[in-house]
């Protein structure tokens, strides 16, 4: 990391985050109650940022073998030698900083787990067998990290922690699935069996659905959906999104963009969070943002060059993902505020409505206007004077994010932490009852 | 990459050393670079670069990967061990063994075509590339306010060196390059739209001098000023309606392509992509009308998803998966060919050194037929064109759909008439497939990176067709 730094800073480049990481993941795949494939990976990847004068450039190297860096330092400083005179000049984070520990994250246990993943994986099936599931597939990942950070700002620290999860999903029939998830950064946290109760049971209990009929409804979002809604929220709500012109909370900052019920926010710190980390990849300590509190939007997430443009604080967001950005503001750990409801009062709430469990496939007809569907996957079961009644399935989510914000009526008490494949930020969401959610079906 | 044979040889050779039945190593470099301006202003050059192995083993029925980058041959050797100490371990709870469909060896080198060097192209030149397509946007040009424009231009060249225990040995080449952008629309009192588009090729800069990308981003921006002002809601009856190549395409992927990946339908992805509607027995099995035939290939020059062997060293060919809309083949690895008692078909495809190889699509498009739009549209009474669309799901069966139109118009009385907003297209795969009539004899193919497997690899394809007419169904929005 210091080559790199040194070199970049002999080629007159002002800002310079070289970060590290060193990871070691495992995962068992299983389906039709068998396991299909092992995966093994061992990764050793340095990220170079660099920005002067406005300009930026940067690098991610997975590739030891004859990588000369200063060939590459240089390669990146005629990058941005070419590109014009960028919109707003900025520095990196003014360190040394203090990184304070976070509790809970690392478990030495899960860096030699190894075997136990087969294990995991046989809990959760049985357990979903057990629940009635003929077939049951998923996926549980274990590794560990450790993460590096020097900056010509003078900020230098490392973090480390570790990560176990697994995503069940049960068939009890053709349509009749169920999903579980358990993830954890500690083994004692971490209950594949419990994930294959749920799986299994959802799955028992969506047998024998019959087609929905499109309308408006009162909604009981599960954890798994709300969780993917509230990860296009915190895109949303990244400065970077919102300069982009793909956010539906341009323009909003300060006003009212949910229902006084809803407050968002993400913890970088959070002990025990799945996605905690001391330090962002600009070298910056992180903490916790408040989003959105009692349905304001109060900020959003940054980077230093997005918090120089916006003329806002540090949230110790920078994560470096290549690509169209280099260095983009994104969440660590999202945290939605619970409710007051039990679960049965949500029900009673809705009166007559549905209660969905899981989607998939989310997609916008517009970013700006968040006008958007997505498909209600697993169990999906109609609500009626206030009790859960008979699976119905066919249904989309067709709707407006922004509606759907403004219409929560009521969050359960108890929560429940979400990731999965198609919620790549781990959320603790509560279950949530939002009021006339748009319902639609497809022409056979 | 000649570096990296012995590599390959040391890893096939430690993992059958501990006890692999069959083993194969894919060294992979990908260097690519991406190029972004928002609003006129540059994002940063990224760049990256990607060197590493990837060694697959089956050991007792049970199937290990397992990657590293770091290439020092004691890295190399623990990798292979692992592997196959990995997959040893899960053996006890595997009930169905995997096994591979026998398959020739070969030894070969292969490379696609790029005339111009993309690395021997400055990033200046690349920049000026998406400058002049900038300028191209301005409101005295397309007379339409675009308060937000997204230009990414990529571009990526992969060399790979596949080995396996059987005796092949491969060397491939793929240049990839692409253009997409994103633009936001805006008229007073009418609101936003907004317009993605993916022109890709797997060829040289020649792709870019050729794609006039700035004609194509001045006609997308006049589109969506026409739709701004003057579109209309489509009408709520039963319609016919003509979708046009952009549209064909998806579907062709997301509901013909995605459901006939074998993985699929043995509930390989049952977890994460999902299953499928199609089952083991529906070979055969009449799916839509007999205008309806649809194929997969990967050996299509210069397309985004070429290649000429696949990441299990089988030699690519062209897949028709649904023949006079009869479904007449799966997309197949060595694995689920095993399974099904046939040959693989060259599905099999990983994105990187360190992600194990999954049945993919190449580039999925409907056979053309005998119409020009013209006719297409001629003797519709009461329809819809939707030539281009935004949103877009379906189910993990693949079998409940939905396209919102983006550049849309009405047709009355056999001629194509005023903007339509968002049109809404949801129907279920037979009911779509069932009720195409016609079929167009131009087709245009649009670039993809679609998305499958744990973890995510998003693989290059081109989806593509003719437009085509379906009858009689309800159009929302």
């Known amino acids: 990391m210091n080559r790199i730094l040194s070199a970049c800073k002999k080629l007159g480049v002002r800002s310079v985050a070289v970060a590290f990481t060193r990871s070691r993941d495992q995962m068992v795949r299983f389906s039709n109650n068998s396991v299909t494939v092992v995966n093994s990976w061992q990764n050793e990847v340095p990220t170079v940022y660099l920005a002067s004068n406005g300009k930026r450039a940067a690098c991610r190297i997975e590739e030891e073998e004859g990588v000369e860096f200063k060939s590459i330092a240089s390669e990146l400083v005629d990058s941005m030698n070419v590109i014009p005179q960028g919109d707003v000049d900025f520095d990196l984070p003014r360190g040394p900083f203090n990184y304070e520990k976070i509790d809970g994250i690392y478990d030495r246990r899960l860096t030699e787990i190894d075997t136990g993943l087969v294990d995991a994986a046989e809990a959760a099936i049985n357990s979903a067998r057990k629940e009635g599931a003929n077939r049951v597939s998923g996926v549980v990942i274990s590794g560990s990290w450790e993460h590096f950070v020097l900056t010509s700002a003078g900020a230098e620290g490392s973090s480390k922690g570790t990560e176990i999860e697994i995503t069940v999903r049960a068939f009890a029939d053709e349509d009749a699935t169920g999903q579980g998830i358990s993830i954890a950064t500690n083994l004692d946290r971490f209950h594949p069996d419990e994930a294959g109760v749920t799986a299994g049971s959802i799955a028992r209990k969506a047998r024998g659905a019959l087609a929905g009929v499109p309308g408006k409804y009162n909604v009981v979002f599960g954890p798994a959906i709300f969780a993917d809604l509230v990860d296009r929220v915190a895109d949303s709500a990244s400065a970077y999104t919102v300069d982009l012109g793909l956010s539906f909370f341009q323009d909003l900052l300060g006003k009212r963009v949910s229902s006084e019920k809803f407050s968002l926010c993400d913890n970088g710190r959070l002990p025990f969070g799945p996605g905690s980390i001391s330090l962002d990849d600009e070298g910056f300590p992180t903490g916790e943002t408040h989003l959105i509190t009692k349905g304001t939007l109060e900020g959003y997430l940054q980077t230093s060059y997005t918090a120089a443009k916006h003329k806002a604080q540090l949230t110790g967001s920078a994560q470096f993902e290549g690509g169209l950005a280099g260095m983009v503001p994104a969440p660590r750990n999202l945290i939605v505020e619970p409710g007051e409801r039990e679960f049965d009062d949500l029900l009673d709430g809705a009166m007559s409505g549905l209660y969905i469990t899981n989607n998939w496939y989310t997609r916008f007809q517009n970013y700006q206007t968040g006008d958007f569907s997505t498909i209600c996957r697993d169990g999906v079961f109609e609500i009626k004077d206030g009790k859960l009644g008979k699976p119905v399935k066919g249904l989309r989510v067709s709707d407006n994010i922004i509606r759907i914000l403004q219409s929560i009526d009521a969050l359960s008490k108890k929560r429940q932490w979400i990731r999965w494949w198609e919620v790549p930020t781990p959320t603790l969401t509560p279950h949530v009852l939002v009021r006339d959610v748009g319902i639609t079906t497809a022409s056979s | ?477």
């Open chain 2, 1 to 477: 990459m000649e570096i990296l044979e012995d590599e390959t040889r040391l890893a096939v050779e430690q993992a059958l050393k501990s006890g692999a039945e069959y083993v194969e190593a894919r060294a992979q470099r990908d260097v690519g670079h991406t190029l972004t301006l928002n609003n006129g202003v540059a994002e940063p050059v990224t760049t990256t670069r990607r060197l590493g192995v990837g060694i697959r083993v089956i050991v007792d029925g049970s199937m290990g990967f397992a990657s590293t980058n770091n290439l020092e041959s004691s890295q190399i050797r623990t990798s292979a061990e692992t592997a196959v100490r990995i997959a040893k371990a899960a053996v006890r709870l595997i009930s169905a063994p995997s096994k591979l469909a026998p398959e020739r060896s070969w030894e070969d080198k292969w490379e696609a075509r790029m005339k111009i060097d993309i690395q021997q192209v400055s990033i200046k030149e690349k920049f000026d590339e998406l400058f002049s397509i900038e300028r191209a946007l301005s409101f005295d040009h397309v007379k339409v306010s675009l308060p937000s424009r997204i230009l990414v231009l990529d571009d990526e060249l992969t060399e790979k060196f596949y080995r396996n225990s059987e005796g092949s040995k491969l060397q491939g080449f793929v240049p990839r390059i692409s253009l997409f952008f994103i633009l936001t629309g805006e008229e007073k009192g009418k609101g936003t739209i907004q317009r993605m588009r993916h022109e890709a090729q797997t060829r040289g800069w020649e792709a870019v001098k050729e794609w006039n990308a700035s004609a194509i981003a001045t006609d997308e921006a006049m589109m969506l000023g026409r739709m701004l002002r003057d579109g209309v809601h489509p009408p709520r009856d039963e319609i016919d309606l003509v979708l046009g190549s952009e549209v064909t395409g998806i579907i062709c992927h997301e509901s013909c392509g995605h459901p006939q990946e074998a993985d699929r339908i043995l509930g390989r992805e049952g977890a994460q992509a999902g299953e499928s509607y199609v089952k083991r027995d529906m070979l055969g099995k009449r799916i839509g009308s007999e205008h309806v035939t649809i194929i997969d290939d990967p050996t299509l020059p210069d397309s985004y998803g070429f290649y000429q062997y696949d990441d299990e060293g089988v030699k690519a060919r062209p897949r028709t998966l649904i023949k006079d809309g009869v479904i007449s083949d799966l997309l197949h690895n060595r694995e689920t060919a095993a399974e099904f008692g046939v040959s693989s078909n060259a599905a099999a495809r990983s994105v990187a050194y360190d992600r194990e190889p999954l049945i993919r699509m190449a580039n999925t498009y409907m056979k053309p037929g005998e119409y020009t739009l013209d006719e297409l549209v001629e003797d519709v009474k009461s329809g819809v064109y939707m030539k281009s669309f935004m949103e877009w799901n379906i189910d993990d069966r693949r079998y409940n759909q939905r396209y919102v139109g983006l550049e849309a118009y009405a047709i009355r009385k056999g001629e194509i008439g005023a903007p339509v907003r968002n049109p809404i297209l949801e129907v279920t795969t037979p009911g779509l497939y069932g009720r195409v009539d016609a079929v167009g004899k131009l087709v245009e193919y649009s670039g993809a990176t679609c998305g499958k497997g744990d973890p995510q690899q998003g693989a290059a394809v081109w989806t593509g067709g003719p437009p085509i007419r379906i009858r009689k169904i309800h159009v929302g929005g």
